[in-house]
């Protein structure tokens, strides 16, 4: 199995983290924390800068997690920006994030999409199929969802999902191959 299709990585994964290897896309530096557990058909992707994954996120399968460069900017010019992940986030399947700061205990859900300049600060949930490209820094426990994006403040923050986690920790390994803990990196023959 080969975690990625010519690109290069440097891929750091703390002990306790699953990461599936089927289908996985890295690209540039990352780093996945502990308790983090990646499902087969994820693409990580740090071409504008690293990105730094914390402890207890749950990363289903067909996410995009990207640090790309804006769109038309010249690469040669820009410098490096940081992604930062916080803790126990859920981004369920087909969610896309190139929010380059997400706080703690966020969901993304199914087909969700936060763009670069966003920030999601902590407890906030992305509703099914909504959308946010605009330059805006949502309040914490924000919900969005609806056709409309329609938004309201919750009182409390999302559930942990540790029984999921763990149950996932069990299973995972029983019927995936999975990237063990510490550093890989991986850079393509020249052609």
Do not use: W
């Not at 995009?64 to 769109?71: E, L």
């Not at 981004?91 to 703690?104: I, N, Q, R, T």
């Not at 906030?124 to 938004?151: W, Y």
């Amino acid at each position: 199995m080969c975690p990625a299709i010519n690109s290069s990585y440097q891929v750091t994964i703390a002990p306790g983290a699953y990461v599936c290897e089927e289908r996985l896309q890295l690209v540039g530096e990352i780093s996945i924390g502990s308790k983090t557990i990646i499902h087969p058909g994820v693409s990580i992707i740090a071409e504008a800068g690293p990105i730094f994954i914390g402890d207890g996120n749950l990363i289903e399968e067909q996410c995009v997690i990207a640090n790309r460069f804006p769109p038309g900017s010249d690469k040669d010019q820009m410098n490096q920006v940081v992604m930062i992940i916080g803790n126990n986030n859920v981004f369920e399947v087909g969610s896309h994030c190139e929010a380059l700061k997400v706080g703690d205990n966020n969901i993304l859900e199914c087909k969700a999409q936060i763009g670069r300049s966003v920030t999601l600060t902590s407890g906030c949930v992305i509703g099914a199929k909504c959308s946010l490209t605009t330059n805006e820094t949502l309040p914490e426990n924000t919900v969005v969802f609806g056709s409309d994006h329609q938004r309201r403040t919750m009182p409390d923050r999302p559930a942990f999902q540790t029984h999921q986690l763990d149950f996932l920790a069990r299973i995972l390994p029983t019927s995936h191959y999975v990237l063990k803990h510490g550093t890989k990196s991986h850079t393509p023959a020249a052609t």
